[in-house]
């Protein structure tokens, strides 16, 4: 059996903290760009305003307007629930990173402090 060395757990830590940081920022740039894409496909099919009344307020048809009532929960919903289950993710990715690098300095200071320790003695 392989013995791992302790060099090779700091690097594997490293590369873990790397890949972590590196994935919730991708994710948290996901979700600001659902969050936009989401209030603007709202806007243009309600509008944003009372007076703007969007693609679903010029309608005239009255199924084609129930459609629209119908669709309109589900894609408020859609719009806050993606973007928050993604900003929550990449935000727990990206604080997970972060703290396995911060253990990870703080155990190579000990690690150098014991070894300062062993050779003054």
């Known amino acids: 059996m392989k013995s791992i060395k302790p060099q090779d757990d700091c690097v594997f ?4 903290s790397t ?3 590196a ?5 948290l740039v996901a979700a600001l760009l659902a969050d936009m894409f989401w209030w ?3 806007e243009t099919l309600y509008g944003a305003t009372a007076e703007d009344l969007g693609v679903a307020g010029r309608e005239t048809d009255p199924q084609m307007l129930a459609e629209y009532a119908t669709l309109k929960p589900l894609i408020n919903l859609t719009m806050y629930i993606i973007p928050t289950t993604l900003g929550f ?3 727990g990715l990206f604080l997970t ?6 253990v990870d300095a703080l155990a190579e200071r000990w690690q150098a402090w014991r070894r300062a320790r062993r050779t003054v003695e």
């Open 97 to 102: 990173g972060t703290g396995i690098a911060v």
């Open 89 to 91: 993710t990449g935000a």
């Open 23 to 27: 994935t919730g920022c991708a994710i």
């Open 13 to 16: 830590r490293s590369r873990l």
């Open 40 to 42: 603007q496909m709202f």
């Open 19 to 21: 890949v972590l940081l």
